[in-house]
């Protein structure tokens, strides 16, 4: 089992920034990816990001976000994060980290980001 604790959302203004951390533990050594999606009210759930955990740490964003978030990893903390910069109210949605091994997957949580003035 793979357990995931998402943190960093909250409530923030247009424009601004936050930070999302997803730090995973216990059966973690056969994990290939790992990543955030995102789910609006009434909305299905989206991917944001990706990043594979291996050498080279390929990445992969939504349409949406490229060139605003930025995903990344810290393998010596277990550790991967999501920088969200120039956020948008369509940004808003529960976040959730998912992990993947080649025959199942993850997911925590979740975190609420909301952006509103």
């Known amino acids: 089992q793979v357990q995931l604790v998402e943190s960093g959302g909250g409530l923030v203004q247009p424009g601004g920034s936050l930070r999302l951390s997803c730090a995973a533990s216990?059966?973690?050594?056969?994990?290939?990816?790992m990543g955030w999606y995102r789910q609006a009210p009434g909305k299905q759930r989206e991917l944001v990001a990706t990043?594979?955990?291996?050498?080279?740490?390929?990445?992969n964003y939504a349409d949406s976000v490229k060139g605003r978030f930025t995903i990344s990893r810290d393998n010596a903390k277990n550790t991967v994060y999501l920088q969200m910069n120039s956020l948008k109210p369509e940004d808003t949605a529960a976040y959730y980290c998912?992990?993947?091994?080649?025959?199942?997957?993850?997911w925590g949580q979740g975190t609420q980001v909301t952006v509103s003035s």
């Open positions: 998912n992990a993947r091994r080649l025959s199942a997957e993850y």
């Open positions: 990043i594979i955990i291996s050498n080279g740490g390929t990445t």
């Open positions: 216990g059966s973690i050594f056969s994990i290939v990816a």
